[in-house]
C-alpha cells in the first residue's frame, strides 16, 4: 500500500516522500521585498517536506498586492531566494516558487509608487485589506488593453527565468483565490470582448498562454497549477464554473504540468475533485484541511500522488516526523501569521530527538 512516506516522481521533481508544504504568505520580506535571513531558517527548518511550495511570490511590481510579501523581479530578491533555496537543498528539500499576481486585489499603498492595479476587467472586488493605515477598500483596476497582455504573460516568463537563477526547483502559478489568473476564468471580472474573454475559451486562455510561456523556461516537467473551481474568496464569481474548469483542465492536460495542486472544498456547489477526475489526466497535489488519516487514505486509494498541508507546518517545521512517529501536533498562533520579524515564524521547536 502506498503511503505519505513514499517517494513520488511529480514530472521532473523526485519527492522523497508525499508530504507537500502548502504556499503560505507570511508577510516577512524586507523593504526590497525580498526575502531575508528568517526566511532562509524558516524554509531549511521545514525541508524534510517532500516539496515545499513558497509563499506567493509577485512577478513584477504591479503584481504585488500585501505588505511585505517578496518579489522575484530584482537582482537583489533573486540572490535572496539563492539564500533560500541553498538552505533547502543542503537540507535534502526541494522548493517550488509559487508566482502570485494579486491583479485588483491591491491597494496603492502596499505597493511601489510607481506600480498600478491592472485586472480583466474595471470591476472593484467588493472587501478591504490590510494597510499600514488599516483596512481600505480594494482599490478600482485598470483594464488591460489587448495589446498589453504579452507583457503580462511576460513577466511570468521572466519570473520563471529568476526563479530558476535564484535555485528553485520549479514554479506553481497561483489561480485560485480570486488573484488575476482567476480573474481571467471567472465571468464576474472578466467582461472583456477580445482574445482574452467573452467565452469560456477566451477566458481560459490567459492561464494556458501563461503556464506556456513558463513551461518555455522551466520545462512541463517543473511547472505547477494552483485551482479551487468554484472558491468565492476575494469577490469571484462565475456564472458556469464546471464548464471553465472542465475547458480548463481539458486544456492543460496535454501540457503535461509536473503536477494539478487543487484545493478541495467539499462544502462547494460545485465538486472540484470530481471536475478534475473527470477532465484532467497528470499527477495531482491534493490540499485543505487534511490530516493524516485523511490525507493517507487518499494516497492508498489513488486518488492524489500527493497531498499539501498549510497550517500544520507553520507550528510543526517537522511535521514529517510528527506523521511518522504519532505524535502530537504544535497549535499555532494566530497573531503572529502575518506579524513581522521571528516570533511565531522560526521558533517552533522541532521535538526532541
Ligand atoms: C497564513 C496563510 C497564508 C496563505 N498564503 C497562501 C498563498 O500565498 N498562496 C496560496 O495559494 N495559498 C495560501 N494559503 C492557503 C494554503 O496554501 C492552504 O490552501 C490552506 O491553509 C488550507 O490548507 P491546510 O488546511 O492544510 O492549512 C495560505 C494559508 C495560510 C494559513
Not at 22 to 31: E, F, H, K, Q, W
Request: net charge negative.
Amino acid at each position: 500500500m502506498t503511503t505519505l512516506f513514499d517517494p513520488v516522481q511529480l514530472g521532473d521533481l523526485s519527492l522523497k516522500n508525499r508530504i507537500v508544504m502548502a504556499p503560505m504568505t507570511r508577510s516577512r520580506a524586507d523593504a526590497q521585498d525580498a526575502p531575508t535571513d528568517l526566511h532562509v531558517e524558516y524554509y531549511r527548518q521545514r525541508a524534510t517536506a517532500g516539496l515545499i511550495i513558497s509563499e506567493g511570490t509577485q512577478p513584477s511590481l504591479n503584481g504585488k498586492g500585501y505588505c511585505r510579501t517578496p518579489g522575484i523581479h530584482s537582482a537583489t530578491q533573486i540572490a535572496a531566494w539563492r539564500k533560500v533555496t541553498d538552505a533547502v537543498h543542503a537540507a535534502g528539500g526541494l522548493l517550488v516558487m509559487q508566482l502570485m499576481h494579486v491583479g485588483r486585489i491591491a491597494h496603492p499603498l502596499n505597493k511601489a509608487a510607481s506600480a498600478e492595479t491592472v485586472a480583466p476587467s474595471a470591476v472593484t472586488a467588493r472587501g478591504k485589506m490590510y494597510t499600514e493605515s488599516g483596512m481600505l477598500d480594494f482599490a478600482t483596476p485598470r483594464a488591460l488593453r489587448t495589446d498589453e497582455i504579452p507583457a503580462l504573460i511576460d513577466e511570468y516568463r521572466q519570473a520563471t527565468r529568476n526563479a530558476l537563477a535564484a535555485g528553485c526547483d520549479g514554479v506553481e502559478l497561483h489561480a485560485t483565490s480570486g488573484y488575476l489568473p482567476a480573474q481571467f476564468l471567472s465571468s464576474g471580472s472578466n467582461q472583456r470582448q477580445d482574445a482574452y474573454g467573452g467565452s469560456v475559451a477566451k477566458r481560459i486562455r490567459f492561464v494556458v498562454d501563461t503556464l506556456q510561456a513558463m513551461i518555455a523556461e522551466a520545462g512541463a516537467g517543473r511547472v505547477g497549477l494552483r485551482i479551487c473551481p468554484g472558491n468565492p474568496f476575494n469577490d469571484l464569481h462565475d456564472d458556469d464554473v464546471a464548464g471553465t474548469f472542465a475547458a480548463l483542465l481539458q486544456a492543460i492536460t496535454p501540457l503535461k504540468l509536473a503536477y494539478l495542486h487543487l484545493v478541495y472544498l467539499p462544502a462547494l456547489p460545485v465538486d472540484g475533485l470530481q471536475l478534475v477526475q473527470a477532465h484532467y489526466q497528470g499527477p495531482l497535489i491534493i490540499n485543505d484541511s487534511l490530516d493524516f488519516a485523511k490525507a493517507s487514505d487518499y494516497i492508498a486509494n489513488g486518488t492524489t500522488a500527493a497531498a499539501s498541508f498549510g497550517r500544520y507546518f507553520v507550528s510543526n517545521p517537522d511535521l514529517v516526523e510528527r506523521f511518522r512517529t504519532g505524535a502530537e501536533l504544535a497549535p499555532f498562533d494566530t497573531t503572529t501569521l502575518y506579524a513581522d520579524g521571528p516570533r511565531g515564524y522560526i521558533d517552533y521547536p522541532p521535538l526532541p530527538a
